[in-house]
């Protein structure tokens, strides 16, 4: 059960992973102890799973965005997956319903490195089918 105060420790570090103890326990009106041991907590709880970096909008802005729809071969859709999570600019994979297996979502530098990439994924051993769209503007983003 998630209490008021880990809710309150998790829209904090949500906003700044790097927040200190020292920092959570101020803004929570808790002590150093108590926010480390509710921190130990939630992560052996697994409801947080991991510290990450948001990538500034001046860097995000000038990557190369494309969502890939495909089509997989049934039994080699875990080899197709591992295969695609070695690829560093794959942010996200999702399984779809629909007529595509697959939801890969690609952030490259560069429009050149975005055709190498989506090249390595079509001559995947299982990947049948590809679909791919370039995002050119974001309108909205929660």
């Known amino acids: 059960m998630i209490t008021a105060k880990d809710e309150e420790l998790l829209s904090i570090l949500r906003c700044n992973a790097r927040a200190s103890i020292s920092d959570i326990a101020r803004a929570t009106g808790v002590s150093r102890t108590a926010v480390q041991n509710r921190l130990t907590k939630l992560e052996n709880n697994q409801v947080i799973k991991g510290y990450s970096v948001v990538l500034g909008n001046d860097y995000s802005d000038q990557l190369v965005t494309a969502d890939v729809s495909l089509t997989v071969s ?39 490195t975005l055709s190498n990439i989506l090249n390595s994924v079509c001559s995947l051993e299982g990947v049948e089918r590809t679909n791919s769209a370039i995002i050119l503007d974001t309108m909205f983003e929660r």
Do not use: F
């Not at 591992?82 to 794959?90: D, H, S």
């Not at 319903?97 to 530098?109: F, H, M, Q, R």
């Open 74 to 112: 049934p039994n080699l859709r875990q080899h197709v997956c591992i295969a695609l999570r070695k690829i560093p600019q794959i942010s996200r994979i999702c399984s779809i319903s629909g007529k595509y297996d697959l939801l890969v979502t690609i952030e490259a530098a560069q429009l050149e």
